[in-house]
């Protein structure tokens, strides 16, 4: 069996469960798999933006947090969903897109920088702006669509809503990365200068890659406010930054499939791992540790490396962390 | 008048401290391109072992910080750079980046779980008292924190530029083929500079730990902002990094006195971003060049 199919047959397998599943669930696990389904979409952005284009940014939370926040403001006076959903994707393209500025000056560990402080900005804009955000006493209430008569108040049911906003920014995703501008954006990532000289307008598509990103952030904070229903500040700094960033590389950054294995290993392992309380998160910073020494290109490029070791032959995509000197 | 006094003198010890933190990342990233984000988890840690050693140990406070400094300087210093920096370098900088955030989620979580989640007194060293010169009111301990500043700062520039260990350090920073060549033990050198910024840490955590309390959290801003001095001072030298520390330490002062103590935060990202955007060297860095 190729690579390509063995792929297709895992992903087969896990669409499926992700279908099934909720039906053998307590409510608790119903909300766990929406948060799942609901990081792995500000993920997969992630991913468009460092996996793919090769630019890290800090400041994914920000983009959840203003599209959660845009979503909460309006559905709580009473507009629909859909409505959030367009203005916070302008706004988080827009926004985004400026984001994309620092880029064309600086890389790697300081663009990191440049989006940490970013993100901070953005934080201490939720908590202090109390007319519009309500500050540290956060946001209640906000209400969960009824789309085209279908009320998505139950935990299955809103489930499917986030399940299907999944699917379709996962068909965009793969659909961007198979046009050109997916090639542009690799060009990018592996080397800047001859893109450059090979036409590629890596002004436009490094601030495109931000932008994008960017929105994909702004559609998960939409579905994020109505699933947990009440939204503060605290919820998108920087810790949440930071762990976006982790499932990205921990799935595999540069590999489509990456951001959804990254996504269950950061939101459904702690959850099982509840036993361990504390002692989580000091494993699993452990567990980066010891796979950024041995590998940098996550679960997936580890995967790919047994496969590979087993005696097939795959191409597979180029470590997108192999560019050596910063800027 | 007074309160200007007393804003300069209170900004000055912040900015020093600042300073201190920011030296050392540049120091790192000056011999061995490590980024290290957890730099200011770095700074949280060493009061955490001063404790540790009092409440563990029985020690008294002056051994205690003995032991802490020598503890903090194996393993901030050594075991950092051995069993972190060394396997993962050669992957590049995204990896060390994610690595070293690992790192401070590890700390972090860490002192948390092991040693306490609330904020923990830490003793002082000298006296806390106020002095009162021509109607301002200083702080003794911000004095005492800028004279340690002050002659940390200048025994390392005479260790650096004074000395044959110091110069052969610069050596292996300008250009790390040549230096081996000549015969400099390069990688002793750069184990140098992690001794060196583990020292520097310590400092700084024994300085601002009896003023803000030992607390687990404490290395989020901390970090960020000797980060953003070391950018805004000019991130390829020394002195870039006490620029931009001491006047990161004096705007937070006067911005939280007479702007908003809300948005005092704010103010080094603005700086950062207008500096990366108009004058990326830095405000007294040279462009594309190595020293220390």
């Not at chain 2, 006490?242 to 603005?270: E, H, K, M, W």
Request: hydrophobic share 55%; glycine share 10%.
């Amino acid at each position: 069996m190729t690579r390509a199919r063995t792929a297709r047959v895992i992903a087969a397998a896990v669409v499926v469960a992700a279908i099934v599943a909720p039906f053998t669930l307590k409510p608790y696990g119903i909300y766990l798999l929406s948060l799942w389904a609901v990081m792995t979409i500000a993920a997969i952005g992630l991913n468009l933006t460092l996996g793919y284009a090769g630019q890290i940014s800090l400041a994914q939370a920000s983009f959840v947090g203003i599209g959660a926040y845009t979503a909460a403001i309006l559905t709580t006076q009473g507009w629909p969903l859909a409505a959030a959903f367009v203005l916070a994707m302008a706004l988080c393209f827009a926004i985004g897109w400026l984001l994309g500025y620092p880029a064309l000056r600086v890389q790697h560990h300081y663009l990191a920088f440049v989006t940490l402080s970013f993100a901070t900005l953005v934080f201490l804009v939720l908590r202090n702006e109390e007319w519009l955000t309500k500050g540290v006493y956060g946001i209640s209430g906000i209400p969960r669509p009824t789309v085209l008569g279908w009320s998505t108040q139950g935990p299955v049911d809103f489930y499917f809503f986030c399940l299907g906003v999944l699917a379709l920014v996962s068909a965009a995703t793969w659909w961007i990365i198979r046009s050109p501008w997916g090639r542009a954006f690799m060009a990018l990532r592996e080397n800047p200068i001859r893109a450059s000289s090979l036409g590629v307008d890596t002004r436009r598509y490094t601030l495109m890659a931000f932008a994008i990103g960017s929105v994909l952030g702004g559609i998960s904070g939409v579905l994020y406010a109505p699933l947990v229903q009440f939204i503060e500040p605290n919820a998108f700094a920087l810790g949440l930054s930071f762990n976006l960033l982790l499932m990205v590389i921990v799935g595999g950054s540069g590999y489509f499939y990456g951001p959804f294995l990254g996504a269950v290993v950061s939101v459904l392992l702690p959850e099982w791992l509840r036993f361990s309380e504390g002692l989580y998160l000091i494993l699993y910073a452990v567990f980066v540790m010891i796979l950024m020494a041995y590998f940098p290109s996550g679960l997936l490029g580890l995967a790919e490396g047994l496969i590979k070791r087993a005696g097939k032959p795959a191409p597979g995509p180029a470590l997108p962390t192999r560019d050596g000197d910063a800027s | 008048m007074a309160d200007i006094l007393q804003l300069l003198v209170a900004g000055l010890a912040t900015g020093g401290i600042y300073a201190l933190v920011a030296i050392g990342f540049v120091l790192l990233w000056q011999t061995s391109q490590t980024i290290n984000f957890a730099q200011g988890e770095f700074v949280m840690v060493p009061a955490f072992f001063v404790l540790a050693a009092m409440k563990l140990g029985g020690l008294s406070f002056p051994v205690a910080m003995l032991l802490g400094f020598l503890v903090t300087v194996v393993v901030l210093g050594l075991l950092f750079k051995r069993l972190l920096v060394d396997p993962i370098i050669r992957h590049g900088v995204l990896p060390l980046v994610i690595s070293s955030i690992a790192l401070a989620i590890f700390l972090k979580e860490s002192v948390k779980e092991f040693y306490a989640a609330d904020a923990q007194p830490f003793p002082a060293a000298w006296a806390t008292t106020n002095l009162t010169v021509g109607g301002a009111v200083v702080a003794v301990q911000n004095l005492v924190i800028i004279a340690v500043a002050v002659v940390a700062v200048a025994a390392l520039q005479y260790f650096l530029a004074g000395t044959r260990t110091g110069r052969r350090m610069q050596a292996t920073a300008q250009n790390p083929g040549l230096a081996r060549i000549l015969g400099i033990p390069v990688e002793r050198m750069i184990l140098y500079t992690f001794l060196i910024n583990a020292g520097l840490v310590a400092l700084a955590s024994f300085l601002v730990s009896p003023i803000y309390l030992a607390k687990f959290s404490n290395g989020e801003t901390l970090g960020l902002v000797a980060f953003i001095a070391a950018i805004i001072g000019g991130f390829n030298q020394v002195r870039g990094a006490i620029v931009g520390g001491l006047l990161l330490g004096v705007i937070d002062n006067f911005v939280a006195a007479y702007l908003s103590a809300q948005y005092r935060g704010a103010i080094p990202l603005f700086l950062l971003i207008a500096v990366i955007l108009f004058r990326p060297q830095g405000l007294v860095g040279r462009v594309e060049e190595r020293t220390v």
